[in-house]
């Protein structure tokens, strides 16, 4: 059973864990949403500064309450790729330099491997090969997993991710960073049947559609124009009239959600997958969680979600997709960078020699 100190900045959310094969010993995350709200987005030279102000002490709390030091740990993990690469070179730098110091071995992790494995924070997997659902600000796809580290993607968003979309319409309803959490907040008194909103679905060249691919950018502009519709109706005779944020919050996560499980629930029973999994950021979200549970009970599939303190960026997950690796033998080169790209099935490359970045 390993031991492993892993880190995590590769987006607006510096953490620290200490994770012994699937159990957390100590967690601990910093956001800069509030900083970031100011902006309306993630600011990346801010993101890159609040991270080196606020990783030592997280290292040092998740070490304090897990009663270990790094020197007493198996091995040191750091995200190196997807995310933005200041932000990333946080992480990867003061983990790699941990790791040199304490002669443990360094593994760096890709930020998705960590989403997949925050699923085994909470029950065990069904055995066999499962369906991810992956829902975060960065991407949207899903990820058939044969076992660990193998990966093929059978769908992803042709526009913009999941959690970008409820980002983006968040700020047209003036509700707010990160969008998430607050359409939820809004919605929650909301009649999500109020408003008939698209169910985007991308074309294939040849005819027909991408049945498990997505597209969020017709559901972004359906918005936007009923929103200005109400608004020149507003200026008009019922001047004074509020938007119903509350039914168009709910109307459009409802929409967002539907299409998430429809699509998922669909690919997983095409491909004879049995479990169908959810994490991410967009994991998160109540709607989202409810729907994905009713279809998949009716359908009889198997389903498993992350635990909610784990579905938005923490370093619990990256730990245990460290541990996964540690066990099959690998380990990153202490030289490894990081990379602002990197798709999940090259998530291997991170453990050749020499380092492929
Ligand atoms: O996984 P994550 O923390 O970071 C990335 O890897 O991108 O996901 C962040 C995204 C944001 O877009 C945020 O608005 C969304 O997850 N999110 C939610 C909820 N909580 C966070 N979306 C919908 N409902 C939520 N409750
Ligand atoms: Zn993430």
Redesign the pocket.
Known sequence: MATVLALET??D?SAAAIVRDRTVLASAVASQVEEHARWGGVVPEIASRRHVEALPQLIESVCERSGLRPAEVDAIAATAAPGLVGALLVASVTGRTLARLHGKPFLAVH?LEG?LASVQLGEPLPPGPYLVLL?????TELVRVEGPGRYERLGRSHDD????A??KV?RLLGLGY????A??AAALAGDPHRFRLPRGRVSRPGGGFFPYDFSFSGLKTAMLRLVRSMETEAAGPAAGHPLPLADLAASF?QAVAEVLVERSCRCALEQGLGTLVLV???A???R?RALLEERCRREGLQWRVAPLAY???NAAMIGVAACERLERGLRSAIDLGVAARLPLEQAACLYEAPAPF
């Open positions: 590769s987006c959310e930020h989403h829902v975060s600000g960065g991407h991710a999941a959690g970008e409820f980002d968040a990160p969008g998430g959490p359409i939820q996560e991410g950021g967009v998160a979200n109540r989202l579905c938005t960026d």
